[in-house]
């Protein structure tokens, strides 16, 4: 055995066990195990997580903020309006750096895999050459899954199907969409049956930004999860954001979500994004946005949670902290149970993993040993505080390590440090 971690809560609830590794994988997790290690950590009743999965991201805008100015309607139409004024001046290089930056601050955050969509509406297919090289080099710390996402339209756009089926070639693994953003609602339907029949084509995933509109007849989401079935996709299909099921008629929903638990669409909500650029055209009250998670959860649906952008047209915020994500979602879909806060968590890890489709994940004999240990004792108190992720490991091996967070406080007659880790129940 080369490393063990001692005295580890799990988050499914299993508390105290240790977790031994060997070449690079889990082989035992069971309480008190026997077995002497090289290395042998005690992590003393610390939450001890797989790595966080972001399934939804833009990694070829990100930290591209203010260039060449700001969002100032903080619309959803302003920040394409203004990638789009940004597009031609994009260098390879550029793309890249940030690209690279973003990896580097999602690594310090325990956060191992991203799908992230990468515009193909650009004739040069820089931003997809740019972030295919990103894929190479941090394929031994981060897994980047790429979706060919033409962001100004398969149909609306000049030359965007051409473009998609050339960075598939190029070797972008998964198929994208954006149906709402087509000519009209048939030219949408029909971009989400020809999309699908390419994915099934070519034997790829789908992931669509789906009806992201406060429009509650925007109803593409229904089209995907029939051409799913019709194609049998089954579980290799995902539609990202599907904010028009916020505002939708409940007796319309009462149809869909059966359906799309059957067709096994899995659903991306974006809690950051979503919140934030949903109901800009409502006065008051103003409307929240964000796709019906509980409903779906409790339907069957998997769900996860994305952190869609950072520092770029349409957010200005974000640092690749998956438990901001998680904190967000639990507040806007009013999950604040136990359990929805539970859920939360698996959001922004197990779901988003069996979407990606990620081998070996988990904190379970036969998994690649990558984990996080976070300065929490269980999911509901790393949400609580966003927790600092004392260390990241990958393949068995440390890649990122953190301070604990205590403040040094100077206060007559009361304690010199104080952390923030406070359990219910313990000043009576
Ligand atoms: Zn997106």
């Known amino acids: 055995m080369d490393v063990v971690l001692r005295h580890a809560n799990l988050p499914d609830g299993r508390r105290d066990v240790d977790i031994g590794i060997r070449d690079g994988v889990i ?220 505002s939708m008629d409940n007796y319309y929903v009462s149809k869909l979500i059966p359906l799309i638990a059957e067709s096994g669409v899995a659903a991306i909500a974006n809690p950051l994004i979503n919140i934030t650029l949903q109901g800009r055209h409502d006065s008051y009250p103003k409307r929240r946005g964000m796709t019906r998670v509980p409903e779906l959860m409790a339907a069957g649906v998997n769900v996860a949670f994305g952190h869609d952008c950072v520092m770029d047209p349409w957010y200005p915020f974000g640092s690749g902290d998956m438990l901001d994500v998680a904190n967000m979602a639990v507040h806007v879909a009013q999950m604040t149970s136990l359990d929805g806060i539970s859920s939360s968590f698996d959001a922004v890890t197990k779901n988003a993993a069996r979407i990606l489709h990620l081998d070996g994940y988990g904190i379970a004999p036969g998994c690649r040993a990558d984990l996080v240990v976070l300065q929490a004792s269980d999911p509901f108190e790393a949400i609580r505080l966003r927790a600092t992720r004392l260390l990241v490991m990958r393949a068995g091996k440390v890649i990122a390590r953190s301070p604990e967070r205590v403040c040094a406080l100077d206060l007559p007659g009361r304690p010199a440090r104080l952390g923030l880790n406070f359990m219910p129940g313990s000043v009576q």
């Open 27 to 246: 082989i035992a997790v069971e309480p008190s195990l026997p077995a002497h290690a090289h290395e042998e950590m005690d992590v003393a009743g610390r939450l001890v997580s797989p790595p966080f999965v972001d399934a939804h991201f833009h990694l070829d805008s990100t930290l591209s903020l203010g260039l060449p100015r700001l969002n100032r309607s903080g619309t959803l139409l302003e920040g394409i309006a203004l990638w789009g004024e940004l597009k031609p001046h994009l260098t390879q290089e550029a793309v890249i750096a940030r690209a690279m930056a973003y990896c580097d601050m999602a690594v310090a955050q325990g956060l191992l895999a991203i799908r992230s969509h990468v515009d193909v509406c650009d004739d040069r297919l820089l931003a997809v050459e740019a972030l295919l090289e990103v894929k190479r080099r941090v394929a031994p710390y981060l897994d980047l899954q790429l979706v060919a996402f033409p962001q100004d339209g398969l149909f609306r756009s000049e030359n965007g199907e051409r473009n998609l089926l050339r960075a598939l070639d190029l070797g972008v693994e998964v198929v994208g969409g954006i149906p709402h953003f087509e000519r009209t609602m048939a030219e949408g339907a029909r971009s989400v049956s020809r999309l699908c029949e390419i994915a099934a084509d070519r034997g790829l995933l789908v992931d669509m930004h789906c009806d992201e509109s406060d429009d509650p007849l925007s109803r593409h989401i229904e089209t995907l999860a029939a051409e799913t079935k019709r194609l049998g996709l089954y579980g290799r299909v995902a539609g990202s954001h599907l904010t028009s099921m916020h």
